[in-house]
Nanobody, 128 residues
């Protein structure tokens, strides 16, 4: 069974860091792109960062995010990590990872449409 399992969410103070993990079960990332999305209360879901099957990364160009969040993948290609630094209250959201594939796409997108497998999400709360 194909699954994505997120972990690493929690409560953090403003200015702090969190590392979210997306573990893939039942398939390899050789032919899948993985993206992180977030949805804050009362707001639309937005793509934050993605990594293609070939390892190419894309991060949102939203100024408040792009220099603080980094996506990466382990060598075993079983876990995708989102490192989030200098967190602010507006980063509070449910963060979900999603997979697009199988395919030979060389790049990834931050639009939700192609992603056909989703995790349940992990809550990140930034508050003092």
């Amino acid at each position: 069974q194909l699954q994505l399992v997120e972990s690493g969410g929690g409560l953090v103070q403003p200015g702090g860091s969190l590392r979210l993990s997306c573990t893939v079960l039942g398939f390899s990332l050789d032919y899948y792109a993985i993206a992180w999305f977030r949805q804050a209360p009362g707001k639309e879901r937005e793509g934050v960062a993605c990594i293609s099957a070939g390892g190419e990364t894309t991060t949102t160009d939203v100024d408040s995010v792009k220099d603080r969040f980094t996506i990466s993948r382990d060598r075993a290609k079983t876990t995708v990590t989102l490192q989030m630094n200098f967190l602010a209250p507006e980063d509070t959201a449910v963060y979900s990872c999603a997979a697009d594939g199988p395919s030979h796409k060389s790049s990834c997108t931050l639009h939700a449409e192609p992603y056909n497998l989703w995790g349940k999400g992990t809550l990140v709360t930034v508050s003092s």
